[in-house]
């Protein structure tokens, strides 16, 4: 199975309410795999962490990814509202601004591609298609 290592985030405030988001990881396929022209398919969310649940906040990458013979690194960039990345909300207690310091986190999962059947309905049409009796 393909293996994902050194996952790496960085977030930089870049103004306007706004953080540029950088994630940076690799990709290490089997030689069976790259033989296969196996695909799987590929998912960067961000997370918040939290002491119950951890919170899914933004997909950033939802796409297939080939094997190739050895390791691929991957970056995505993205530029992402403050408030997405405001995974704790601040508690006010009286008229004092007590900040939740967020903590957030990439993941990057691989999974193998499976095909899968799909279907697609029309609108209804009403209408008398049989004798009239014009």
């Known amino acids: 199975m393909a293996t994902i290592s050194n ?6 405030d870049s103004g306007r309410r706004r953080s540029r988001v950088t994630v940076t990881y690799r990709i290490c396929f089997s030689s069976c795999e790259a033989m296969a022209n196996s695909v799987f398919h590929e998912r960067v969310t961000l ?3 939290d002491p119950v649940w951890d919170d899914h906040l933004i997909t950033l990458r939802n796409t297939c990814v ?3 013979n ?5 970056t995505l960039t993205r530029d992402i509202a ?3 990345l405001d995974e704790d909300p601040d508690t006010i207690i ?3 601004v007590i900040g939740n310091k967020d903590e957030v986190y990439a ?7 499976n095909p899968s059947a799909s279907r697609g309905d029309s609108n209804n049409v009403s209408a008398h298609f049989g004798p009239a009796g014009n």
């Open 47 to 49: 997370r918040g962490d």
């Open 7 to 12: 996952v790496r985030l960085s977030i930089e």
């Open 82 to 84: 403050n408030s997405v």
């Open 66 to 68: 080939r094997a190739t």
């Open 94 to 96: 009286l008229g004092w």
């Open 70 to 74: 050895g390791c691929i690194e991957r």
């Open 107 to 113: 993941r990057v999962r691989l999974e193998p591609f």
